[in-house]
């Protein structure tokens, strides 16, 4: 099921680094010197590569990126490409508005069916005593070709590492009592320089903070597999797409780990992140306790309180983004949740351009003030 004809064979994978390309090779066990936390994004993910533009303008271009969900494309683009015009040429390419068009509603999943569900995970989200379906309870199909570049190392890249979760389960348990059992490995797909710094991490959605988490309690790593798999694994979230196989193994989306500033803090001396709004109550938060067992506004409470550099504030984006983005759009008539993807590609060069240009203001902004605050 990886994404076909968008990698070059043996070229693409984590392990066949940019490291080989930069001038001096830093020691694998020696911290990065700065990460900049690119979390989720949904549709908006555009908005990252104006975020690392910013922080290359302002001296602060990061040399490790840990990307999750959405933002994995953009991770993907920053670590292929070397500079921003093609990075943004890319994201707003025909082939890209052409992929986004081609995502359909899961033909299983009726209208009805997607609202009952709805309420079911909101009426009894406390009470998620068994294995969810992610493979056959989802709302949309991807199309098969995601349009990532092929691998290009240049001096200045930085590492990657793209977070996903594995699951424990096979279909044959779904709808079964989950008892103790853990559910999900929080995965890192990476390269063996991160996966080293990282090595014997706990993760942090399986402490004692989350007493229901169903989150196994080590990290796991992968640093032989296509960044376009990777990619592909941390996008399909919960409830809107399938999981994504990989060989043997089974991947849910970064969403998992959304805030993994744990993570950023141990890779590198100085982090940037951002400060994220909270999760809906009546969707986002129910899923995530049916399905992790976790209470997401309480793992991003603590998030924000730990110390990080740099604090970027997008809590605003679903107000500020709420015209440019792909979205979601009830079809009465069809008895079908579709997405809203712009039909023209203007109207989606328009939408991905302003995007860039809210992470890269957010981004100037927050940089600036961290500056003023030395």
Same mark, same amino acid.
């Given at each position: 099921?990886?994404?076909?004809?968008?990698?070059?064979?043996?070229?693409?994978?984590?392990?066949?680094?940019?490291?080989?390309?930069?001038?001096?090779?830093?020691?694998? @066990?020696e911290?990065?010197?700065?990460?900049?936390?690119?979390?989720?994004?949904?549709?908006?993910?555009? /908005?990252? +590569?104006?975020?690392?533009?910013?922080?290359?303008?302002?001296?602060?271009?990061?040399?490790?990126?840990?990307a999750?969900?959405?933002?994995?494309?953009?991770?993907?683009?920053?670590?292929? +490409?070397?500079?921003?015009?093609?990075?943004?040429?890319?994201?707003?390419?025909?082939?890209?508005?052409?992929?986004?068009?081609g995502?359909?509603?899961?033909?299983?999943?009726?209208?009805?069916?997607?609202?009952?569900?709805?309420?079911?995970?909101?009426?009894?989200?406390n009470?998620?005593?068994?294995?969810?379906?992610?493979?056959?309870?989802?709302?949309?199909?991807?199309?098969?070709?995601?349009? +990532?570049?092929?691998?290009?190392?240049?001096?200045?890249?930085?590492?990657?590492?793209?977070?996903?979760?594995?699951?424990? /389960?096979?279909?044959?348990?779904?709808?079964?009592l989950?008892?103790?059992?853990k559910?999900?490995?929080?995965?890192?797909?990476?390269?063996?320089?991160?996966?080293?710094?990282?090595?014997?991490?706990?993760?942090?959605?399986?402490?004692?903070?989350?007493?229901?988490?169903?989150?196994?309690p080590?990290?796991?790593f992968?640093?032989?597999?296509?960044v376009?798999?990777?990619?592909?694994?941390?996008?399909?979230?919960?409830?809107?797409?399938?999981?994504?196989?990989?060989?043997?193994? /089974?991947?849910?989306?970064?969403?998992?780990?959304?805030?993994?500033?744990?993570?950023?803090?141990?890779?590198a001396?100085?982090?940037?992140?951002?400060?994220?709004?909270?999760?809906?109550?009546?969707?986002?938060?129910?899923?995530?306790?049916?399905?992790?067992?976790?209470?997401?506004?309480h793992?991003?409470?603590?998030?924000?309180?730990?110390e990080?550099?740099?604090?970027?504030?997008?809590?605003?984006?679903?107000?500020?983004?709420?015209?440019h983005?792909?979205?979601?759009?009830?079809?009465?008539?069809? @008895?079908?949740?579709?997405?809203?993807v712009?039909?023209?590609?203007?109207?989606?060069?328009?939408?991905?351009?302003?995007?860039?240009? /809210?992470?890269?203001?957010?981004?100037?902004?927050?940089?600036?003030?961290?500056?003023?605050?030395?």
């Amino acid at each position: 099921m990886s994404f076909k004809g968008c990698v070059l064979p043996d070229q693409n994978l984590f392990v066949s680094t940019v490291d080989e390309a930069r001038p001096e090779r830093a020691p694998d @066990n020696e911290q990065f010197q700065r990460c900049l936390v690119m979390a989720g994004g949904g549709f908006r993910f555009g /908005y990252y +590569l104006g975020m690392y533009r910013a922080c290359q303008l302002q001296g602060k271009a990061p040399d490790v990126i840990v990307a999750s969900c959405g933002a994995a494309i953009a991770g993907a683009l920053i670590r292929h +490409l070397p500079d921003d015009e093609q990075r943004l040429a890319w994201i707003s390419s025909p082939q890209m508005h052409s992929f986004w068009r081609g995502l359909q509603a899961n033909p299983d999943i009726s209208l009805w069916r997607a609202i009952r569900a709805l309420a079911q995970r909101a009426l009894f989200a406390n009470d998620a005593r068994r294995i969810p379906d992610l493979f056959q309870d989802y709302l949309f199909d991807i199309p098969p070709d995601l349009p +990532l570049p092929p691998e290009m190392s240049y001096p200045a890249a930085p590492a990657l590492a793209i977070v996903a979760g594995r699951l424990l /389960y096979g279909q044959d348990e779904v709808g079964t009592l989950r008892g103790g059992k853990k559910l999900f490995a929080e995965t890192i797909f990476t390269e063996p320089r991160v996966a080293g710094l990282l090595a014997g991490m706990p993760s942090p959605i399986a402490s004692n903070a989350h007493k229901n988490s169903v989150v196994a309690p080590q990290i796991e790593f992968e640093t032989q597999i296509a960044v376009a798999d990777a990619v592909r694994a941390s996008i399909a979230d919960m409830y809107y797409f399938r999981c994504h196989q990989i060989g043997e193994h /089974y991947y849910s989306g970064g969403v998992i780990d959304l805030f993994p500033i744990e993570i950023a803090r141990r890779l590198a001396k100085e982090v940037m992140m951002e400060r994220k709004g909270w999760y809906g109550r009546h969707i986002e938060l129910p899923a995530l306790r049916m399905v992790l067992g976790i209470n997401g506004n309480h793992r991003l409470r603590h998030v924000l309180q730990q110390e990080a550099d740099v604090w970027i504030d997008t809590a605003d984006m679903e107000t500020a983004l709420v015209q440019h983005q792909i979205s979601k759009q009830i079809q009465w008539l069809r @008895n079908r949740i579709v997405l809203r993807v712009p039909e023209r590609y203007d109207g989606f060069v328009s939408m991905v351009r302003l995007q860039w240009e /809210y992470g890269y203001q957010r981004a100037s902004q927050a940089l600036a003030q961290a500056a003023g605050n030395r």
